[in-house]
């Protein structure tokens, strides 16, 4: 929200209005202080005229411990 904030020149207040929130939640937004939910998610894209993308990634592998080692590393 900031950087998009930032782009448009607009202080919290006018992006607040913009959404119809309060300008304390969008402070509370940028500031890491509250996740917002699916909703408002929404409400923020609509307003911004962006889309929500989720996406998935691979997690990096972890090593499996086999129960053979795990035996042997207790000896």
Do not use: W, Y
């Given at each position: 929200?900031?950087?998009?904030?930032?782009?448009?020149?607009l202080t919290?207040?006018?992006?607040?209005?913009?959404?119809?929130?309060?300008?304390?939640?969008?402070?509370?937004?940028?500031?890491?202080?509250?996740?917002?939910?699916?909703?408002?998610?929404?409400?923020?894209?609509?307003?911004?005229?962006?889309?929500?993308?989720?996406?998935?990634?691979?997690?990096?592998?972890?090593?499996?411990?086999?129960?053979?080692?795990?035996?042997?590393a207790r000896?």
């Amino acid at each position: 929200m900031i950087g998009f904030r930032q782009q448009h020149d607009l202080t919290q207040a006018q992006l607040a209005a913009a959404l119809g929130m309060k300008e304390s939640a969008v402070s509370r937004l940028e500031s890491g202080e509250h996740v917002p939910n699916f909703e408002t998610l929404g409400r923020i894209a609509e307003g911004c005229n962006v889309d929500v993308v989720l996406d998935f990634a691979n997690r990096t592998p972890v090593a499996k411990v086999t129960r053979r080692e795990s035996t042997l590393a207790r000896s």
